[in-house]
T-cell receptor
Framework: GAVVSQHPSRVICKSGTSVKIECRSL??????MFWYRQFPKQSLMLMAT?????????EQGVEKDKFLINHASLTLSTLTVTSAHPEDSSFYIC??????????FGSGTRLTVV | LAKTTQPISMDSYEGQEVNITCSHN???????ITWYQQFPSQGPRFIIQ???TKVTNEVASLFIPADRKSSTLSLPRVSLSDTAVYYC????????????FGQGTRLTINP
């Protein structure tokens, strides 16, 4: 089946530094990918829609300058958390649509900012 | 996007059949109903999708009444490994549109 690979699975960074998370569609092309954030015991919250070759669309309340999204190819979207702070610590998940049926999600990235 | 309502939590026992109901009163004509399963520290996993009546696959069944304002995910003979959060989502079944997750149902299976 369709696979979305997300890397890294875990990352710890110091406050003030930037972290890049990669999301790849392994066996299909994805012109659109989605980025979610999930805090403990809470549901997934959509952050932005990543569009290949164009600017991402951010949900209300999500800082586009803090969460930089690049979708430079049909199989890769990246999310960069810039100047990370402890409150950015969360579980970040990407997803894409391989075709008919449901979405395929990455395995997620646990970001801890210390 | 149609809003969905599910029970926050459910408990059951191994070997039992579990039914999780989702309410989606404002479902649109073009909307499909999709269920996902999520384990801790993992991304959601697609379980089943349907438009009307009944859909069955190797892991679950999905029952949708004629008015489509609700749906029921049925998990037969659950095991401990079915302990997870289950999300019901409503939206167009094809094409890339954003998914808005509700609170989900935290299902706990006891021995």
């Amino acid at each position: 089946g369709a696979v979305v690979s997300q890397h890294p699975s875990r990352v710890i960074c110091k406050s003030g530094t930037s972290v890049k998370i990669e999301c790849r569609s392994l066996d299909f092309q994805a012109t659109t990918m989605f980025w979610y954030r999930q805090f403990p015991k809470q549901s997934l919250m959509l952050m932005a829609t990543s569009n290949e070759g164009s600017k991402a669309t951010y949900e209300q309340g999500v800082e586009k300058d803090k969460f930089l999204i690049n979708h430079a190819s049909l199989t890769l979207s990246t999310l960069t958390v810039t100047s990370a702070h402890p409150e950015d610590s969360s579980f970040y998940i990407c997803s894409a649509v391989p075709g008919l049926g449901g979405y395929t999600f990455g395995s997620g990235t646990r970001l801890t900012v210390v | 996007l149609a809003k969905t309502t599910q029970p926050i939590s459910m408990d059951s026992y191994e070997g039992q059949e579990v039914n999780i109901t989702c309410s989606h009163n404002n479902i649109a004509t073009n909307d499909y109903i999709t269920w996902y399963q999520q384990f801790p520290s993992q991304g959601p996993r697609f379980i089943i999708q349907g438009y009307k009546t009944k859909v069955t696959n190797e892991v679950a069944s999905l029952f949708i009444p004629a008015d489509r304002k609700s749906s029921t995910l049925s998990l037969p003979r659950v095991s401990l490994s079915d302990t997870a959060v289950y999300y019901c989502l409503v939206g167009e079944g094809q094409g890339a549109q954003k998914l808005v997750f509700g609170q989900g149902t935290r299902l706990t299976i006891n021995p």
